[in-house]
Protein backbone atom coordinates (compact mmCIF):
# COMPACT_ATOMS: atom_id res chain seq x y z
CA UNK A 1 0.00 0.00 0.00
CA UNK A 2 2.61 2.29 0.62
CA UNK A 3 5.89 3.79 -1.69
CA UNK A 4 7.93 2.46 1.11
CA UNK A 5 8.77 -0.84 1.95
CA UNK A 6 8.18 -1.88 5.19
CA UNK A 7 10.70 -4.25 7.01
CA UNK A 8 8.14 -6.10 9.63
CA UNK A 9 5.71 -8.10 8.21
CA UNK A 10 3.57 -8.20 11.52
CA UNK A 11 3.41 -4.40 10.85
CA UNK A 12 2.20 -4.58 7.41
CA UNK A 13 -0.25 -6.90 8.65
CA UNK A 14 -1.22 -4.76 11.32
CA UNK A 15 -1.73 -1.66 8.68
CA UNK A 16 -4.00 -4.55 6.52
CA UNK A 17 -6.18 -5.45 9.56
CA UNK A 18 -6.87 -1.35 10.76
CA UNK A 19 -7.89 -0.31 7.07
CA UNK A 20 -10.45 -3.65 6.70
CA UNK A 21 -11.85 -2.29 9.82
CA UNK A 22 -12.12 1.19 8.51
CA UNK A 23 -13.58 0.02 5.61
CA UNK A 24 -16.22 -2.77 7.17
CA UNK A 25 -17.43 0.68 9.44
CA UNK A 26 -18.02 2.66 6.19
CA UNK A 27 -19.83 0.13 5.08
CA UNK A 28 -22.00 -0.48 7.68
CA UNK A 29 -22.16 2.95 7.91
CA UNK A 30 -23.50 3.69 4.80
CA UNK A 31 -24.64 1.38 2.83
CA UNK A 32 -24.59 3.55 -0.56
CA UNK A 33 -20.70 3.97 -0.05
CA UNK A 34 -18.84 2.88 -3.38
CA UNK A 35 -15.30 2.74 -4.38
CA UNK A 36 -14.00 6.47 -3.96
CA UNK A 37 -14.95 6.24 0.32
CA UNK A 38 -13.09 3.03 0.13
CA UNK A 39 -9.65 4.25 -2.02
CA UNK A 40 -10.28 7.82 -0.02
CA UNK A 41 -9.94 5.01 2.94
CA UNK A 42 -6.75 3.21 1.42
CA UNK A 43 -4.90 5.85 0.76
CA UNK A 44 -4.63 7.57 3.79
CA UNK A 45 -3.12 4.12 4.92
CA UNK A 46 -0.54 4.74 1.77
CA UNK A 47 0.41 7.90 2.92
CA UNK A 48 0.29 7.10 6.73
CA UNK A 49 -1.15 10.30 7.67
CA UNK A 50 1.98 12.10 5.41
CA UNK A 51 1.00 13.92 2.35
CA UNK A 52 1.67 12.03 -0.44
CA UNK A 53 2.91 13.99 -3.68
CA UNK A 54 0.55 12.67 -5.83
CA UNK A 55 -2.78 11.71 -4.15
CA UNK A 56 -5.31 11.74 -6.81
CA UNK A 57 -2.57 9.72 -9.07
CA UNK A 58 -2.70 7.37 -6.21
CA UNK A 59 -6.62 6.60 -5.81
CA UNK A 60 -7.15 6.67 -9.15
CA UNK A 61 -4.39 3.55 -9.56
CA UNK A 62 -5.93 1.89 -6.61
CA UNK A 63 -9.26 2.70 -7.83
CA UNK A 64 -9.22 1.11 -10.83
CA UNK A 65 -7.14 -2.09 -9.10
CA UNK A 66 -10.03 -2.33 -6.62
CA UNK A 67 -12.72 -2.28 -9.20
CA UNK A 68 -10.69 -4.68 -11.52
CA UNK A 69 -10.19 -7.06 -9.24
CA UNK A 70 -14.16 -7.50 -7.73
CA UNK A 71 -15.09 -8.57 -11.34
CA UNK A 72 -15.10 -12.44 -11.29
CA UNK A 73 -12.05 -14.24 -13.59
CA UNK A 74 -9.56 -11.63 -12.08
CA UNK A 75 -6.93 -13.44 -10.36
CA UNK A 76 -7.48 -11.46 -7.05
CA UNK A 77 -10.93 -12.28 -7.29
CA UNK A 78 -10.53 -15.95 -7.58
CA UNK A 79 -7.80 -16.02 -4.78
CA UNK A 80 -10.03 -14.74 -1.98
CA UNK A 81 -13.36 -16.39 -2.98
CA UNK A 82 -11.74 -19.72 -2.80
CA UNK A 83 -9.84 -18.45 0.36
CA UNK A 84 -13.49 -17.93 1.90
CA UNK A 85 -14.77 -21.18 0.02
CA UNK A 86 -12.18 -23.34 1.98
CA UNK A 87 -12.73 -21.86 5.34
CA UNK A 88 -16.53 -22.08 5.07
CA UNK A 89 -16.28 -25.14 3.89
CA UNK A 90 -13.70 -26.44 7.14
CA UNK A 91 -16.18 -24.47 9.72
CA UNK A 92 -18.80 -26.64 7.66
CA UNK A 93 -17.10 -30.11 8.09
CA UNK A 94 -15.16 -29.78 11.38
CA UNK A 95 -17.76 -27.28 13.65
CA UNK A 96 -17.64 -24.30 14.85
CA UNK A 97 -15.37 -25.04 17.89
CA UNK A 98 -11.66 -25.01 17.85
CA UNK A 99 -10.93 -27.36 14.84
CA UNK A 100 -13.37 -25.98 12.65
CA UNK A 101 -11.72 -22.51 13.57
CA UNK A 102 -8.11 -23.43 13.24
CA UNK A 103 -9.04 -24.65 9.38
CA UNK A 104 -10.58 -21.16 8.45
CA UNK A 105 -7.98 -19.07 10.00
CA UNK A 106 -5.72 -21.28 7.46
CA UNK A 107 -7.52 -20.69 4.53
CA UNK A 108 -7.96 -16.87 5.29
CA UNK A 109 -4.28 -15.99 6.46
CA UNK A 110 -3.17 -17.12 3.08
CA UNK A 111 -4.89 -14.10 1.78
CA UNK A 112 -4.67 -11.69 4.88
CA UNK A 113 -8.34 -12.22 6.00
CA UNK A 114 -7.34 -13.26 9.24
CA UNK A 115 -9.68 -11.05 10.84
CA UNK A 116 -12.78 -12.53 9.26
CA UNK A 117 -12.42 -15.60 10.51
CA UNK A 118 -15.59 -14.49 12.99
CA UNK A 119 -18.06 -14.07 10.16
CA UNK A 120 -17.27 -16.91 8.39
CA UNK A 121 -17.49 -19.16 11.49
CA UNK A 122 -21.21 -17.26 11.81
CA UNK A 123 -22.13 -17.62 7.89
CA UNK A 124 -20.98 -21.11 8.20
CA UNK A 125 -23.13 -21.80 11.14
CA UNK A 126 -25.76 -20.21 9.36
CA UNK A 127 -25.45 -22.37 6.02
CA UNK A 128 -25.46 -25.48 8.83
CA UNK A 129 -28.69 -24.30 10.06
CA UNK A 130 -30.61 -23.67 6.35
CA UNK A 131 -28.99 -27.04 5.25
CA UNK A 132 -30.26 -29.05 7.90
CA UNK A 133 -33.68 -27.47 7.83
CA UNK A 134 -33.80 -28.40 4.12
CA UNK A 135 -33.10 -32.00 4.51
CA UNK A 136 -35.71 -32.26 7.45
CA UNK A 137 -38.53 -30.44 5.44
CA UNK A 138 -37.19 -31.57 1.90
CA UNK A 139 -35.81 -34.90 2.87
CA UNK A 140 -37.65 -37.29 1.05
CA UNK A 141 -38.21 -35.60 -1.89
CA UNK A 142 -34.38 -35.33 -2.30
CA UNK A 143 -34.47 -39.17 -1.55
CA UNK A 144 -36.79 -39.96 -4.08
CA UNK A 145 -34.98 -38.20 -6.92
CA UNK A 146 -32.04 -39.74 -6.27
CA UNK A 147 -33.77 -42.98 -6.25
CA UNK A 148 -34.64 -42.71 -9.71
CA UNK A 149 -32.37 -41.07 -11.58
Known sequence: MSEQALV?????ESIVVRC??????????SKEAGVEEIVEIMSGFSRDGEEAFNTNKLQAVMSRMLVKSLQAGDTVFERISHAVYLATRGVVLAGNGPQGRKLAEM???RVGSVDLTDRV????EILVAVATVSVNVHGQWY????DNM
Open 107 to 109: ALR
Open 20 to 29: GKEVLELLHR
Open 143 to 146: KYLT
Open 8 to 12: NPVEM
Open 121 to 124: VAAA
